[in-house]
């Protein structure tokens, strides 16, 4: 009875000190370290706490969500002046409220200055929104609270005004204060988050979108939203976080910088970011580095400089022309104007002073000192042209103009008449430079003739011991051993151009074992392709042309002095070459898995290609071709984009190889036409196929082909449907428009995989093979639109070649050799020539 009788008292009494946790701080009751403060719908909690990881047990005075764990903190009263033990304690004292230690010593006073003797504080309340607040007796009004004294965190029903800042924490275990603040703009009137003092991020205007930023500001300082569980917090990493207790929800909403390209200037003036590339910063079209030799090493706040300027002394234009950049973000002018058209917008940028412009006849954006609308935007010198590509798809693709000053002739040739006599001078130094090059020039051919027949001499007697060690040994001597090679079929200026290393055609053959059938790997319509391995190791594919190839020497040249220029993880690396009396041979990166086409229409390799490798592969062959396209120093066309060109590292990485029929685009050069379509029959664009007209899109429709392919798990040229007529794309598109898109998905992914993503990509790909060029989607949009997760894609219209022709008579009557048992599994690589 004793033990029960004891436990009824210990509930009652907990039941009543649970009914009377207080919410408010008075003259008579003070807050000591190991008490709380409990708002009264229990919303906040305050008192003393140690941040997790704080090697000195410092305590402070904070107010955080009740019952979170770990500890949300949300306000730090004493951040600057932590106490060393626990002998604190917060009272109402004076007219106001003060931390003591146990020396009775200050610490923290909520109101800095004297008040004045007439107020009377009475109380001190944690109220269920948060704020904590100072109630002066007679009046029974607030005259203090630390919503307008913040921390790092702006919770709903604060009121955001110029004169209020956020400031981070020091680090995540010291709430002392911070570099990073976060504060509205006094003169645009945006928000700024600013580093030691000097802004570095700024939201709204700074872009073509809308300022989500704002968009939050307004909701959070909404009365409905005060007991929403959502906050805004200037984070000690630098990032402005807008976060949420939703369980539902992921906790971080979104934050800004949203990437080190988002900041301002982050590669200076007339600088392209890409934080997806190795070096984040390059210059843009008709620009320079300003400090070349800091540029590459990661300094880039002198930015980049014109290669020539728009504006002449005598003030008279330069003769220009204007670039156009597809990017997602740039930074906007202060000012605009309102057209009728481009073409308006366009003249309205003839002036020298004019360095870009922008036209967007869907957006109109709020010119804040006249109250107008513009959809023109001009750039002069004075201002910050910033560019980011890709970045995340804050709003749509943007096509800005730059103008670039392409002929400096004029400068020189319009000085002033009284400057005539340097004429002569000028003539006499260039003649002599000439002279003094042609001079030059002879010495060195004449030295290297020499050193091409020492070449050939120490070649012959130190061949044989050389293939028998490793071959990357004479990998830097490649110019030394050129004489070697027979380069009467390659013109100087290509010889020059060649940037990789020549392997000996005896290495070779002891790395195939001199081509044996075991080390075939496979037969291309380049060649066979066999796997090699070097005596130190090094394994690698050989590729070497056959006689009876359709394709010849200009493709095998097209290979060396193209694909040794691109660097990319999803594009296949060529290690060397090598030419022999008729034998040419390409060397690459072995890849264990080879190609696409292995696993996806094997019945029983396809079993280990679940979903989302599928993704990752369909993911990285849209940024191959993006690069190829957008990002690489050469605009590059490849022209025969199919799964067996797509292969697989020991990691399952998809790397896109044989550039052989591949073109480079210059300029502002965006098609082109032959007289000799060559390529893959179901991979080929139509306006390709028929015309022989070819650009990025028709990358870009072999891109969707290949796509649907992953999905299904069926090659588009054998696709067969009963007795029906429908290619894979017709299929594909019936059951799109029956709403029946999953019907396409491979039986063997069906129950693993992500519907979202599969839809996604059917609906992409069907974007990309669209019979209109003009229709099909850019590969930086394909890459925006895969990886992206709330946007809404458009829908696709119907695709070319929906009725599938009949190719067995050309099957049968193709001109290519018997080349294995395995040739039903080849596709078809059609030559046509005719005259235009």
Same mark, same amino acid.
């Given at each position: 009875m004793m033990m029960l009788f004891t436990l009824c008292m210990f509930f009652i009494c907990s039941s009543l000190f649970y009914c009377c946790a207080r919410d408010t701080i008075t003259p008579d009751e003070p807050i000591r370290d190991g008490e709380t403060l409990v708002s009264a719908s229990k919303k906040f909690e305050l008192g003393f706490f140690t941040p997790p990881g704080n090697s000195n047990n410092s305590r402070y005075v904070g107010i955080w969500y009740y019952g979170s764990n770990p500890r949300i903190v949300v306000w730090v009263a004493n951040r600057d002046k932590p106490l060393s033990d626990t002998s604190g304690v917060l009272k109402v004292t004076d007219g106001n409220l003060k931390l003591l230690d146990g020396n009775g010593d200050q610490q923290y006073s909520a109101v800095l200055e004297n008040t004045s003797p007439r107020l009377q504080i009475k109380a001190a309340k944690l109220a269920d929104d948060g704020n904590?607040?100072?109630?002066?007796?007679?009046?029974?009004?607030?005259?203090?609270?630390?919503?307008?004294?913040?921390?790092?965190?702006?919770?709903?029903?604060?009121?955001?005004?110029?004169?209020?800042?956020?400031? /981070?924490?020091? +680090?995540? $275990?010291?709430?002392?204060? &911070?570099?990073?603040?976060?504060?509205? @703009?006094?003169?645009?009137?945006?928000?700024?988050? /600013?580093?030691? +003092?000097? $802004?570095?991020?700024?939201? &709204?205007?700074?872009?073509?979108?809308? @300022?989500?930023v704002l968009d939050v500001m307004l909701d959070l300082q909404s009365s409905n939203k005060s007991i929403s569980g959502v906050r805004l917090v200037m984070d000690s990493s630098g990032k402005l976080q807008y976060l949420t207790r939703n369980p539902d929800e992921r906790p971080v909403i979104w934050s800004e910088p949203r990437d080190p390209c988002s900041v301002l200037k982050p590669c200076g003036k007339f600088g392209i970011c890409n934080a997806s590339n190795e070096f984040m910063c390059n210059c843009s079209l008709g620009f320079k580095p300003a400090q070349p030799e800091t540029w590459n090493s990661g300094d880039f706040t002198d930015g980049c400089t014109r290669n020539l300027e728009l504006c002449l002394e005598n003030g008279k234009a330069n003769k220009y022309e204007f670039f156009s950049l597809t990017i997602i973000k740039y930074r906007n002018p202060e000012n605009g104007i309102r057209v009728s058209s481009e073409n308006k917008c366009k003249e309205e940028c003839q002036d020298c002073n004019c360095i870009a412009y922008s036209y967007d006849g869907d957006y109109f954006a709020p010119q804040e000192n006249t109250g107008d609308d513009w959809n023109c935007q001009i750039w002069n010198p004075n201002q910050d042209l910033r560019f980011v590509v890709p970045g995340p798809l804050d709003g749509k693709t943007i096509q800005l103009f730059l103008k670039i000053a392409v002929d400096s002739h004029d400068r020189e040739t319009s000085g002033s008449q009284g400057k005539r006599t340097s004429f002569p001078r000028t003539v006499v130094i260039s003649c002599t430079i000439l002279l003094a090059a042609l001079v030059a020039l002879a010495c060195t051919i004449v030295y290297m003739s020499y050193l091409r027949r020492r070449s050939e001499m120490t070649a012959i007697h130190e061949t044989r011991g050389r293939v028998l060690g490793n071959p990357a040994r004479f990998y830097d001597s490649e110019r030394h051993v050129r004489g070697l090679i027979d380069l009467s079929q390659f013109r100087e200026d290509e010889k020059n151009d060649i940037d990789v290393p020549f392997f000996d055609f005896e290495s070779i053959l002891h790395a195939t074992d001199y081509f044996s059938n075991e080390n075939k790997l496979g037969q291309g319509g380049f060649g066979p392709v066999y796997k090699g391995k070097f005596l130190g190791g090094q394994e690698i594919a050989v590729k070497r042309l056959s006689s009876a190839s359709g394709q010849g020497l200009e493709e095998f040249k097209n290979e060396v002095m193209l694909i040794a220029k691109l660097q990319h993880r999803n594009l296949v690396k060529l290690l060397g070459y090598c030419i022999k009396g008729d034998e040419k041979i390409l060397l690459y990166e072995y890849m264990p898995n080879k190609s696409l086409d292995n696993f996806i229409f094997d019945r029983t390799l396809c079993l280990t290609l679940k979903?989302?490798?599928?993704?990752?592969?369909?993911?990285?062959?849209?940024?191959?071709?993006?690069?190829?396209?957008?990002?690489?120093?050469?605009?590059?066309?490849?022209?025969?984009?199919?799964?067996?060109?797509?292969?697989?590292?020991?990691e399952m990485n998809p790397k896109i190889s044989d550039f052989g029929l591949a073109r480079i685009f210059g300029g502002k050069q965006t098609e082109a036409a032959t007289n000799k379509v060559v390529g893959t029959y179901g991979y080929m664009a139509p306006e390709y196929a028929l015309d022989g007209f070819f650009s990025i899109k028709s990358d870009v429709f072999s891109f969707g082909v290949v796509l649907l392919e992953i999905i299904s798990g069926k090659k588009n040229t054998r696709f067969c449907l009963s007795e029906q007529t429908l290619s894979l794309l017709g299929y594909a598109w019936r059951i799109w428009i029956e709403e029946r898109a999953l019907d396409l998905v491979d039986h063997t992914l069906r129950k693993s995989c992500n519907i979202g993503e599969v839809l996604k990509c059917i609906n992409v790909g069907l974007l990309c093979v669209q019979e209109d060029p003009s229709d099909r989607p850019t590969m930086s949009a394909v890459v925006v639109m895969l990886g992206g997760e709330t946007i809404t894609l458009p829908s696709p219209k119907q695709p070319a070649f929906v009725l599938m022709r009949d190719f067995s008579s050309v099957d049968s009557s193709s001109s290519k050799p018997e080349q294995s048992s395995k040739s039903s599994n080849m596709e078809l690589t059609i030559t046509r020539e005719e005259d235009r």
């Open positions: 904590l607040v100072l109630i002066e007796k007679a009046a029974n009004f607030t005259f203090w609270e630390s919503f307008k004294h913040p921390t790092d965190t702006f919770l709903p029903g604060m009121t955001m005004v110029e004169q209020l800042t956020l400031v /981070s924490w020091k +680090s995540e $275990s010291n709430p002392g204060t &911070g570099i990073y603040s976060f504060q509205q @703009d006094p003169e645009s009137k945006h928000y700024m988050i /600013s580093k030691d +003092s000097i $802004s570095f991020w700024k939201s &709204g205007g700074g872009f073509n979108k809308n @300022d989500e979903w989302e490798k599928r993704f990752d592969i369909i993911l990285g062959i849209a940024r191959g071709l993006l690069y190829l396209h957008q990002d690489s120093r050469l605009r590059i066309i490849h022209r025969d984009l199919k799964t067996s060109n797509i292969l697989l590292d020991e």
